[in-house]
């Protein structure tokens, strides 16, 4: 098993509401955009608020990341962990992809 299954990510609780909102956000965007569906909105207006989804997923990526950095990536380097580098190079392959 790769470290990536097993390895955990102690969050203060300011941290896990500022996610969690974000996320609650994002859930609420994405219940309006089925709402819109449902009730036949035209296809443009649709377009509009996938977009703002994609937009909030993506802040909440780069919130998520500079997290990452700033915590566990600097934490495993100051412990001589220097494959920290590669886990979070691949990471970011992954993202921009």
């Known amino acids: 098993m790769s470290d990536c299954c097993t390895r955990k990510k ?3 609780e300011e941290e896990k509401k500022l996610l969690e909102n974000r996320l609650n956000r994002i859930e609420g965007q994405i219940k309006g955009i089925k709402n819109m569906l449902q009730n036949d909105t035209y296809c443009p207006e649709i377009l509009v608020q996938v977009s703002a989804v994609n937009a ?3 802040a909440f990526n780069r919130e998520l990341l500079s997290e990452h950095l700033h915590s566990c990536v ?3 380097i100051q412990n001589g962990n220097a494959e920290a580098v590669e886990e979070f190079t691949v990471l970011l392959k992954k993202l921009l992809k």
Do not use: P, Y
């Open 74 to 76: 600097v934490t495993d």
């Open 10 to 12: 102690e969050r203060s």
């Open 56 to 58: 909030a997923l993506n």
